[in-house]
């Protein structure tokens, strides 16, 4: 069975643009979540998408948004770009919809704004 | 505000012998817990979870430990082996879909 996928692995933007990240969850899971994680810190909370609708959102601004398609796939966009959202950004998808249970992780996108 | 804390950033322990890591939270509404694994490169994987209303919970190796008076859960791992050097996040939940995380623990497993 595949895993979590996420694309691309690398993504390097200039300041002030546009990042758009994707994730592709376990088949049959219909939750995905995201989290982002910067140097020496824990994963943080982004975001949490089941059936195509957004059900919890962490403390981050409104320039940090996304969306899930049809087939359960996701995008992260983050727009207006700053240093400090260099970070690695992981996706991760659950069966069980409401409760939490286990999330499995994709390998994560290394956003790097300069 | 962190509400989940693994104090030690880093463990190195002998193979063979437990490995124990410790995590506090602040947050007495979180009510399900859970221990992951990363590797360098890779997502972190579900190792182990309990639920609030249990004390302890055990599969393989490791055995997790539940304190609710003291707001404070640990990891075992016994015996550890080379494959267990990784870094070991704790998380908790109170809410749906949101899992908060410690800053994570380095355990490096020497021969």
């Known amino acids: 069975e595949a895993g979590v996928t996420q694309s691309p692995t690398h993504l390097i933007k200039t300041r002030g643009q546009q990042a758009t990240l994707r994730c592709s969850p376990i088949?049959?899971?219909?939750?995905v979540y995201w989290y982002q994680q910067a140097l020496g810190l824990g994963l943080q909370f982004l975001l949490w998408?089941?059936?195509?609708?957004?059900?919890n959102r962490g403390n981050f601004p409104p320039r940090f948004s996304g969306r899930q398609f049809p087939n359960y796939s996701s995008e992260l966009n983050v727009n207006a770009l700053e240093l400090e959202d260099s970070a690695l950004y992981l996706c991760?998808?659950?069966?069980?919809?409401?409760?939490?249970?286990?999330?499995?992780f994709g390998p994560g996108t290394r956003l790097t704004v300069t | 505000d962190q509400q989940v804390k693994q104090n030690s950033p880093s463990l190195s322990v002998q193979e063979g012998r437990i490995s124990i890591l410790n995590c506090d939270y602040t947050?007495?509404?979180?009510?399900?817990f859970l221990w992951y694994k990363k590797y360098p490169a890779e997502g972190p994987t579900f190792l182990i979870s309990?639920?609030?209303?249990?004390d302890k919970n055990e599969d393989g190796r490791f055995t997790v430990f539940l304190n609710k008076s003291a707001k404070h859960l640990s990891l075992h791992i016994v015996p550890s082996q080379p494959g267990d050097s990784a870094v070991y996040f704790c998380?908790?939940?109170?809410?749906?879909?949101?899992?908060?995380f410690g800053a994570g623990t380095q355990v490096v497993v020497t021969p």
């Open positions: 309990i639920s609030s209303i249990k």
């Open positions: 947050n007495s509404m979180f009510d399900y």
């Open positions: 998380a908790a939940t109170d809410s749906w879909g949101k899992l908060q």
């Open positions: 991760a998808s659950s069966l069980v919809q409401g409760r939490v249970y286990e999330q499995y």
């Open positions: 088949s049959g899971h219909t939750s």
């Open positions: 998408y089941d059936e195509g609708e957004e059900r």
